[in-house]
């Protein structure tokens, strides 16, 4: 019970940022407030980039910070809790299943003021929407390339794969892409 | 122009750029996901008997009430089984939305939600904020006719959406989506054409929602035997 509690006020005091002794320096930070507002944005986006889902971006986003959160203990001792809710946020995001759930959830959420992605430049829109139409993977490594500026090494990380497969995916959806958006683009 | 690199380099900046605009949520909101994910099977237990009892005595009384919406007389559609969930507006003057979320309740199936989601836009015709928008851009639609406009419908992994000019000031976009299962051609387009016919004047009040809704914050509507708030005017 004792340690119950004891667990308890630490995730607490984590989440409320206030345990200044678990941000190093230079470090990923080991708070989850400091977590979650450097991360924020760009699990978003990344969640937008690969469900296509302005309403159901953010919470694909929160439910997987959530996880974090009440995992909190075990996460922040990763290496790297980002490419943890990266990789959950890539595959809820690539998942039919999860993603048209997130975006009901979202719709119905009553009373709540509901979050949703501004709208994109068609241009934009009409890019990631055949980034997509790629195989799950390679749609995965695009959005972690460009979108989220991750080096090949962490794409790696993230997906739990080597990097020789990151440079596959990279180089097939990125051939893939410009043959689709050529043939699109011709008058 | 543009290679592939810096055409995604640009998509990616534009995402960027707009998620940045986003309000964040904070972090402190965790705790009570947390809590309301733990208790939401409880609480789901007690809704469910709460409903079978209540839903047994609208039986006995022989008659389901159901309160209209009298906050919003001209909103919408003309589907009694739909129910209004949520209303927002976002600079409704030129350029700008209204949006109202109805959904459909379970009949007891295995996949009970389908979600409309109504965009009124007040577009002018050949304003720059109709050549910006997607459905402007894309060329795999279908023509169909909704109410006697000609309306685009496209659609994506089983979900359907609906464009069409209203008058020379609006546009509608009416999503229609399920939570699991593939929406029906025919279901989208039955909810299309249920939007109400509705006289410029009234559509231009549509896109100002304070002066469709002056009350308070919250208006509360009963929907059988269950109150809920409608919508948050915000």
Redesign the interface.
Same mark, same amino acid.
């Given at each position: 019970m004792a340690v119950e509690r004891e667990q308890t006020m630490e995730l607490t005091r984590a989440v409320d940022g206030t345990d200044d002794s678990a941000l190093e320096d230079n470090a990923f930070p080991r708070s989850f407030e400091a977590f979650y507002t450097r991360e924020l944005q760009s699990v978003i986006g990344l969640a937008y980039v690969l469900s296509g889902s302005r309403f159901g971006a953010e919470d694909l986003a929160q439910d997987a910070f959530l996880v974090a959160f009440r995992n909190w203990e075990r996460i922040a001792l990763y290496d790297d809790p980002g490419a943890w809710v990266r990789r959950v946020v890539a595959n809820r995001a690539t998942s039919r299943f999860r993603r048209r759930t997130a975006e009901v959830k979202a719709l119905l959420r009553i009373g709540t003021r509901r979050l949703e992605v501004p709208e994109i430049a068609a241009d934009a829109a009409s890019i990631w929407e055949a980034v997509r139409r790629l195989p799950t993977r390679q749609a995965q490594v695009i959005a972690l390339r460009y979108f989220d500026r991750q080096p090949v090494a962490e794409i790696a990380r993230i997906l739990d794969c080597s990097e020789n497969t990151v440079k596959t995916h990279l180089q097939r959806a990125k051939h893939t892409l410009a043959q689709r958006l050529e043939k699109e683009n011709r008058p | 122009m543009k290679t592939?690199e810096e /055409?995604?380099?640009?998509?990616?900046k534009?995402?960027?750029h707009?998620?940045?605009?986003?309000?964040?949520?904070p972090?402190?909101?965790?705790?009570g996901?947390?809590r309301r994910?733990r208790v939401a099977p409880v609480v789901a237990g007690i809704a469910f008997l709460l409903a079978v009892v209540a839903g047994a005595m609208l039986f006995l009384a022989g008659n389901a009430q159901t309160t209209p919406l009298s906050a919003l007389p001209i909103l919408g559609l003309d589907l009694p089984s739909w129910i209004p969930?949520?209303a927002?507006e976002e600079e409704s003057a030129e350029g700008g939305y209204r949006a109202i979320?109805y959904?459909l309740p379970s009949e007891g199936g295995e996949h009970p939600?389908v979600?409309a /989601?109504l965009r009124l836009r007040g577009i002018p015709v050949g304003s720059p904020h109709e050549s910006?928008?997607?459905w402007?851009?894309?060329t795999d639609y279908e023509t169909v006719t909704v109410r006697g406009h000609e309306a685009r419908l496209f659609t994506s992994?089983g979900d359907y959406e609906v464009v069409w000019r209203e008058s020379d000031q609006v546009v509608v976009e009416l999503s229609v989506?399920?939570?699991?299962q593939s929406v029906k051609r025919e279901q989208a387009l039955s909810v299309a054409n249920a939007t109400t016919t509705l006289s410029e004047t009234e559509w231009a009040r549509m896109l100002l929602l304070k002066d469709v809704i002056p009350a308070g914050p919250?208006t509360t509507a009963t929907v059988g035997n269950l109150s809920?708030?409608?919508?948050?005017a915000?």
């Open positions: - | 592939l /055409k995604l380099e640009q998509a990616s534009d995402v960027r707009q998620i940045a605009q986003m309000p964040a949520r972090s402190g909101a965790m705790r996901r947390s994910h969930t949520d927002t979320s959904y939600l979600v /989601k910006g928008r997607w402007m851009n894309r992994e989506l399920s939570g699991e919250t809920r708030p409608e919508y948050d915000v």
